[in-house]
């Protein structure tokens, strides 16, 4: 059974840092397309970042410079390192994983619960 | 960036009604476009993928349409566990940018 679980959320101040995890079990993330995408309070889904099985990495524009999508094979968990932390960070951070059907149509279709990280003085 | 919008924003509706939510692209995305639920406090879950493909173990009264630029999601006859937020998603490229979702509620 597909299984991802988010951790590392917390209150963090303004301009600060904190690395969010997120453990797999029942797949391997480093064969897959991982992505971070996040919920303000309130508000719709933002897509945050995704890694390729190949490596790659790629970022939304909010915040490209700022954070870092990573994953250790080892523990098969992926990462999110988050930089200079704004108050318009905040939100429940889903990690999800890509499929990719035999034509090329990808989505994403596991899902963690989700962590909050609440950016505020 | 491809920006996607979605059609209403909100809607209220009875059990056994027709629902239809649109969501239009900026640019033509061809049919990587998806479909998902969202209800309060809980992750979101894929529907439809491909514009049309019914992800395994979503009810059939779910259907998905169109291609290019204008696609529709159908719930042939809304159920109670149906009242959610609704999100498109686009595929075609990086980002895959999200809707901004249609809440659908009880009438």
């Known amino acids: 059974e597909v299984q991802l679980v988010e951790t590392g959320g917390g209150l963090i101040q303004p301009g600060g840092s904190l690395r969010l995890s997120c453990a797999a079990s029942g797949f391997t993330v480093s064969s897959n397309y991982m992505s971070w995408v996040r919920q303000a309070p309130g508000k719709g889904l933002e897509w945050v970042s995704v890694i390729y099985s190949g490596g790659s990495t790629y970022y939304a524009d909010s915040v490209k410079g700022r954070f870092t999508i990573s994953r250790d094979n080892s523990k098969n968990t992926l990462y999110l390192q988050m930089n200079s932390l704004r108050a318009e960070d905040t939100a429940v951070y889903y990690c999800a994983r890509d499929y990719y059907d035999s034509s090329g149509y990808g989505a994403l279709v596991y899902w963690g619960q989700g962590t909050l990280v609440t950016v505020s003085s | 960036d491809i920006q996607m919008t979605q059609s209403p924003s909100s809607l209220s509706a009875s059990v056994g009604d027709r629902v239809t939510i649109t969501c239009r692209a900026s640019q033509s995305i061809s049919s990587y476009l998806n479909w998902y639920q969202q209800k309060p406090g809980k992750a979101p879950k894929l529907l439809i993928y491909?514009?049309?493909s019914l992800q395994s173990g979503v009810p059939s009264r779910f259907s998905g349409s169109g291609s290019g630029t204008d696609f529709t999601l159908t719930i042939s006859s809304l159920q109670p566990e149906d009242f959610a937020t609704y999100y498109c998603q686009q595929s075609y490229s990086t980002p895959p940018v999200f809707g901004p979702g249609t809440k659908v509620d009880i009438k």
């Open positions: 491909a514009a049309s």
